[in-house]
Structure formats: structure tokens, C-alpha cells
């Protein structure tokens, strides 16, 4: 096994090295190959033979340690999907972190002791308690679609970022992984500890915080990862959400009883046949205006659900619009990936495709036009995991359309009339560790996207799969403001 420190020098007692550590002159950051002492672990495939080390005093409160497979090339967050920002490359006389880790590879984990009854915090989405329960607790981050909020469940988001605190500072860990993860706590008898079970590299930046300010952790870690954008001050109202042949009334009752009304918000139902960039006919586009312009001459605000899923329709404008740029993520056989939403069967936009925002902003610019179309305030983003209705194996996705009474078969010809999803490579279908994803039947396809399906880039889902939501919500704030 591998056990690593921070300490550099504990490193080279407890490692075997194969090539002599780099460091760097200004003693900023250092390089080291690192080779399997002894024979491998075996817990969940053959261990790695060699492994890349690289440490970098980013900040005085900010550590970058990444360690990867030194001979294979693993899927990392790239600068364009995951902006952060550079490091100033401080002395690491000069840095506030000296923080030991232990670090065993098979299927890459990571274990760090803890102090007795730690409070540790983030490590969302879930619905714990805000303090995680340090005794038994396992928060799996493998976003999937879920009716309700299921308590001790993955849920619709993941953030893999935790903060510590204690009596003297608060600190901060975050992994720079976007694979499915478990992290758990756990109390043994040599006392409490927090692992990471996770696949692909192990990248992560460590936050000092600090000694006096507990908020200090969080300005750190938003330095690093962007300022998030001011929340708006009418987003703070009252903000029903109205079937839209019950809104003009629930308007004009919110005015006749005085009851303050900031945000009307409308789901699917105004949608012709529950898909994107629609309306129905029965109320049509200059109805829906009205109501619009009726809302912001009272000074309210309105906004609709767009969904990423696109229904599979020749005779429908936004899926011919994908078509022709082939901007749809694709299955193992070159078809486009299907899967099963709220319009009936669909395909799904590839956010790593570079002709995927044009569309985007495409469709925006025209339906939500402020002059012609829905003049919206705000953009409600749903099913963006990305959702998928369908029952494993998944043979038959229009019999299962027809069962939960969605959209009938389109006029679409494909290679193949039924899913991929029931041809799945094992290593990815089924991976030696078994995260504990709760959807049903716990495969990681169960109600979301086929983890082997293609990006343009070449990319799997199966690395990927997390960057869904944070992708298509960067690419509608792009769409949103370009309009």
C-alpha cells in the first residue's frame, strides 16, 4: 500500500520512491514518483504500479495535492468546465497548513483522522443533519433524480468540500473530483475518521482557515472557485409556483388580499406536450405575454421550468435545431443517447460539445425574446442530473413511455429501436466498489444517463456525470444574459 504525509520528510520514510523528488527553487511545491511498496491490496482489482505526487503551496492558506496514475492518463476537471483560480506559488515556510493525511490506493481512498466527536459540515447534497453525525455517516455524490427528498439518500447535487470546526480554528478539505464518490465518517477504536472512496484522481486543496474567523474558510475557498453572484433582492419574496390555467387567478388573488407577490413561477404545464421552448395552443404565446407584462408593470417577476431533455421528434423544432450540429450525447453504437423524460423518450444535450451553448443561446434568444417571446426574470433549471424515468433494463423505452402515460413513439429513425443501456461494459456498469447509490436496484444508470454513453471529446459519463447540472447552469446564465 501507499502511505503518504504531508510532511515531506515523513514522506520519504514511509514510501519507496522510483525516481529522486523534485523541488522547486522557491520552495513552493515538489514532485515525486511513487511506487507500490510490497504487494498490492487486491481490495477492489490489481493495485497501481506508479503514482504521481505533486504538492503545491498555492496560497499561505492553500495546499493543491494531486496524485495520479504516473504511466495512464485519468479524466481530471479541466480548467474550462472548473475555472479556479492560479496559484501565487507562496514558500511553504510561509504557509498556515501542515496538516498529516494517510493515503491508501486500490480504488483510490483516502483516510484522515479526526478529532473526537468532529464537527464537519458540506459535503452535500443530502439530508442529514447540517452537522454530519460523525459515528456511522456515508454521503455518496452521484447526482440522480429523486421524487421527494428522501432521507439518507444521494440527491440531485454534489459538492464535494467540507469544512471543520474546532475550538481553536475551522479548516477546510476540497476533492477536485468529478467521478462518483462515498465519503465517510466513522468512529473506530483508534478514534474518528473521514475517508474517501472515489475513482479517477485524487486532486485536492486544503484551507487553513483560520484561528479567530470561522467565515474565513469560505472566502478561501470561493477565492479559489469563483465569488458565487449576487443573489437578487426579489428572489427573497413570496415566489409561488401556479398551474398556468389557475396563475391569473392566483394573481389577481395575491393583489385582492394585500399578500405581497414577488415571483410568479410555472412548470411544465405550459409546455406543448411537456417540451422545451413550447407553449400550448389553447394558450398561446401572446396570452402567456400578457400575464408577463401585467407582472413587471406591478413590479413582479416571472419565470418558467426548462428542462435539459429534448423530445425525439423530427416534426419538433428544438430537437432538428440539436440535430443539425449533432450536439446530442452520444451511445456506444454512434446513435444519439436516449433516455426517458417527461415529453416521452429524448435525447440529451452534450454541454461538452462547443456547438451545444450556441444552441442553447439559440433557442433562448427566440423563446424567451423579451420582445416576441417569454420575457423571463429568472431560469428554473429541473431534471438536470441528468433525469431519466426509466426502469432498468431499460429494453423498451416507448412501451415504457406508453406505460407511465408520457409522449407516444416519435418518427425518428435510429440504429436501434431499443436502449443502449442493457449493453454496458462491466468495469463501468458494474465497478468493484459499489458506491451507495440508493436509486433503484443501486446501478449507477438507474434513472439517470447511461454512465458509457460518449461525449464529444471522447469523455464517459461514467467520469463525467457529476458536471451535468454545474454545466447546463453555466451555459442558461450565458443563454439568460445574451438574450
Sequence with gaps: MYILTASFVALLSYIKLATA??????????????????????VFGGGIAKLSLNVVYETADRIHLKITDAANELYEASEAVFPRTTSQGVNSRNANIHSPLIFESQYLRLKTTLPTNPNIHGLGEYTNPVRLPPDNTTVTL?????????VGSNLNGDHPVYYEHRTTSTHGAFLLNSNGMDIKLRKE???????????????????????????????????????????????????????????????????????????????????????????????????????????????????????????????YPAYTRGKEPDIFLKSTNGSDEIGLVWPGVIVYPDWFNPSTPTYWNE???????????????????????PANFCVLPCDNLWAQAAEQELQPKPDVVLFSNTSEMVMREADIMNPPYAMNNTA??????????????????????????????????TATREAVLSR
Design 21 to 42: 523528488a523534485e523541488v522547486d527553487s522557491a520552495g513552493s511545491s515538489f514532485t515525486v514518483e511513487l511506487e507500490l511498496a510490497g504487494v498490492a491490496c487486491g
Design 142 to 150: 452521484w447526482n440522480r433524480d429523486t421524487y421527494g427528498v428522501p
Design 189 to 315: 477504536k483508534s478514534g474518528h475518521l473521514l475517508e474517501y472512496n472515489v475513482g479517477g484522481v485524487l486532486d485536492m486543496y486544503f484551507l487553513a482557515g483560520s484561528t479567530s474567523d470561522p467565515t474565513a474558510v469560505t472566502k478561501q475557498y470561493s477565492e479559489l472557485t469563483g465569488r458565487p453572484a449576487e443573489v437578487p433582492y426579489w428572489s427573497f419574496g413570496s415566489q409561488p409556483a401556479q398551474n398556468y390555467v389557475d396563475m391569473v387567478g392566483a394573481i389577481s388573488q395575491y393583489a385582492a388580499t394585500e399578500i405581497p407577490l414577488e415571483v410568479m413561477w410555472t412548470d411544465i404545464d405550459y409546455m406543448d406536450r411537456r417540451s422545451i421552448f413550447t407553449v400550448l395552443d389553447y394558450f398561446p404565446m401572446n396570452s402567456m405575454r400578457e400575464i408577463v407584462s401585467y407582472l413587471h408593470a406591478h413590479d413582479q417577476k416571472y419565470t418558467v421550468v426548462t428542462d435539459p431533455a429534448v423530445a425525439l421528434a423530427n416534426n
Design 363 to 385: 433557442q433562448f434568444a427566440e423563446f424567451y425574446s423579451p420582445e416576441k417571446g417569454l420575457d423571463i426574470d429568472g431560469a428554473w433549471i429541473d431534471m438536470n442530473e
Design 440 to 473: 433503484e436496484g443501486g446501478a449507477l444508470l438507474s434513472k439517470t444517463a447511461a454512465v458509457n454513453a460518449n461525449h464529444v471529446n471522447g469523455l464517459l459519463e461514467y467520469d463525467v456525470h457529476n458536471l451535468y447540472g454545474q454545466m447546463i447552469s
